[in-house]
């Protein structure tokens, strides 16, 4: 009698991991075609084993978003079968750069408005409005000396000037154009780059012909919160906030009606030599994995990390496997 | 040898930094302005510096009393030394951060960061300083008719002060270097070189660096200086 309502136990077991097994299967494949329609691909990253010869050092920059993505692609590639090490929170794009070029990472993840404005000396306004575009630019930029960049993201991330709805009423502001006549009674608040930036503080007094009561600069980690407490009425903020869709009612951004921000999508910068090293599933698996990064779930993972206090890690683990890439 | 070590990247570096110091500098994220200079470097320069004096000036004011009343009594060396190494201890950053939910950021929320930092080698170098002073010639000068604010003023701070200041200057480095944070918390300081490579570029970065390291030596050198005129002679002439 027990070994029969034993095996009647295992029976069950295997029934529901079975159903639980075809269900993971139909949501893969759910997902793959949902998000992935150019490579036909998308479901589940298959491990190669001759990748396990490549050693790959994947980097970031020093803020959330950097972190999750270069996590995401980090433990995409090591599901793929390379030995994978991550190098994350390596400070601003110039260090991150650097150390492409030197080889102590193999890639990193850029912000391709970033790179045409930062590296390759373009003003904002000559940054091209299309991904496809932008990338082209950047990609023939970074071939010159000696990198490649992979094919952008489908989300783009750009700085934009915030302030709370309470001070958006009260000035009735909608765009950054409505900021004239007012700003100086204004102060703003932004990186300790900020200023001299012209994608920043810069843009916004040349291009605008903004001034301002006064400029603070803050740890980008305190950008809500100088304006939670009142003492910043205008902040230099990301549109990909996840507190801009959680806290509508508490936050706005102007609209850049004079486009001095430009929106940068994600392009993975790597050097040519380590990528033909590394084989053709390096590229396929980060332009697999990062297919699924539109706008929404890119601010869904950057609110895991900045509100819910989740690691890069564990917010890229759950993104790969609730997207199907990793069982 | 000596060619080499002209042409090496390293000292390139420091050529490219102090023409940074000197003179303005194109930069390609500015839209065309110029950054760095001399200008820059005096006004950031002396934010840093009124900050350090800030701080410094709260640790003092904080640690020198608690100091002088705990070594002279005697007591509460475990608190003293317990205090002083948790305060090595606090994250800086974390401690910005809390405060500026609470009362901000900018001077106020960054003067209370720093003097953190001053605080531990002030207190415990001031308890150890005035507690160590012999204590048969703490007894002759209570036999002499000293009261007790006289055998501290009189006795025990002169013998103490070479060990008081050692405190002092600790401190005084500790906050110093790191009011390099100040550009995170709402305050211009050399930092702003250090953190903004992308603007400033890694001559800026090593620029800032070294107007710092100028910036400790120099307080290092004129508290030395402090200690010596307030150092008894009688004092000078034993450990000389």
Redesign the interface.
């Known amino acids: 009698m027990r070994i029969k309502t034993t095996r009647l136990w295992g029976a069950l077991l295997l029934a529901l991991a079975l159903t639980l097994g075809v269900a993971a299967c139909g949501s893969d494949d759910d997902d793959g075609g949902a998000t992935t329609e150019s490579d036909g691909g998308g479901g589940a990253i298959v491990s190669n084993p001759d990748n396990g010869k490549v050693s790959l050092t994947i980097g970031s920059k020093n803020f959330p978003e950097q972190e999750i993505l270069g996590e995401i692609y980090a433990q995409a590639l090591a599901a793929a079968g390379y030995k994978v090490k991550s190098d994350l929170n390596l ?5 991150a750069r650097k150390a492409v070029k030197t080889g102590e990472i193999s890639g990193y993840p850029e912000y391709a408005s970033t790179a045409l ?5 373009k ?2 306004e000559e940054v091209p409005a299309d991904a496809q575009g932008a990338w082209e630019e950047a990609n023939a930029e970074f071939e010159k000396e000696g990198l490649t960049a992979f094919e952008p993201t489908p989300f783009a991330s750009a700085n934009a000037v915030g302030t709370t709805t309470e001070t958006a009423e009260k000035y009735d502001l909608e765009t950054v154009s409505d900021l004239e006549g007012v700003s100086e009674e204004l102060s703003l ?1 932004g990186s ?2 900020c200023p ?4 920043c503080k ?2 916004l007094e ?1 291009l605008y012909g903004l001034k301002f009561k006064e400029f ?4 980008i ?2 950008r809500y ?2 304006l ?2 009142g ?1 910043a009425d205008l902040s230099i903020l990301f549109t990909t906030d996840p507190q801009l869709s959680a806290e509508k009612d508490k936050f706005v951004i102007l609209e850049d009606d004079k486009e001095v921000f430009p929106a940068g999508n994600v392009i993975f910068v790597t050097e040519k030599s380590v990528a033909e090293e590394a084989g053709p599933d390096y590229e396929e698996t980060i332009l697999q994995v990062q297919e699924g990064l539109d706008l929404a779930v890119m601010q869904e993972l950057d609110a895991r990390v900045e509100l819910e206090k989740q690691t890069p890690k564990e917010a890229a683990a759950s993104y790969l496997k609730s997207a199907g890439y990793t069982g | 040898m000596i060619g080499a070590l002209l042409s090496s990247p390293a000292l390139a570096s420091i050529g490219g930094a102090i023409e940074f110091i000197f003179a303005p500098q194109d930069s390609s994220v500015t839209g065309g302005r110029q950054v760095g200079g001399f200008d820059q470097v005096v006004e950031l320069t002396l934010s840093q510096l009124e900050l350090t004096l800030l701080a410094l000036g709260l640790s003092l004011l904080v640690a020198l009393p608690l100091g002088l009343y705990l070594g002279h009594r005697g007591t509460g060396e475990l608190f003293a030394v317990v205090l002083g190494n948790v305060g090595r201890a606090i994250p800086e950053l974390a401690l910005i951060a809390f405060m500026a939910a609470a009362i901000g950021v900018g001077v106020l929320n960054l003067t209370i960061a720093l003097a953190v930092l001053g605080v531990p080698p002030i207190l415990a170098n001031t308890f150890v300083g005035i507690h160590q002073v012999d204590r048969a010639t703490v007894d002759a000068a209570r036999g002499m008719g000293m009261t007790e604010f006289e055998i501290l003023r009189k006795v025990e701070i002169p013998l103490a002060v070479p060990t008081l200041f050692a405190g002092v200057r600790g401190a005084t480095i500790a906050i110093v270097a790191t009011a390099t944070i100040a550009p995170l918390a709402g305050v211009e300081s050399l930092g702003d070189f250090i953190l903004g490579e992308n603007v400033y570029g890694s001559n800026g970065v090593l620029a800032g660096a070294i107007v710092v390291a100028l910036l400790a030596l120099t307080l290092e050198f004129a508290f030395a200086g402090l200690q010596r005129l307030l150092t008894s002679p009688g004092l000078k002439l034993r450990s000389a």
């Open positions: 400070g601003s794009e110039t260090v404005t930062s590296f390759f000396g003003e904002p608040y300790p780059e001299q930036r012209i994608d810069a843009g040349e603070k600069s803050v740890d980690g305190l919160t100088v939670e407490n003492q």
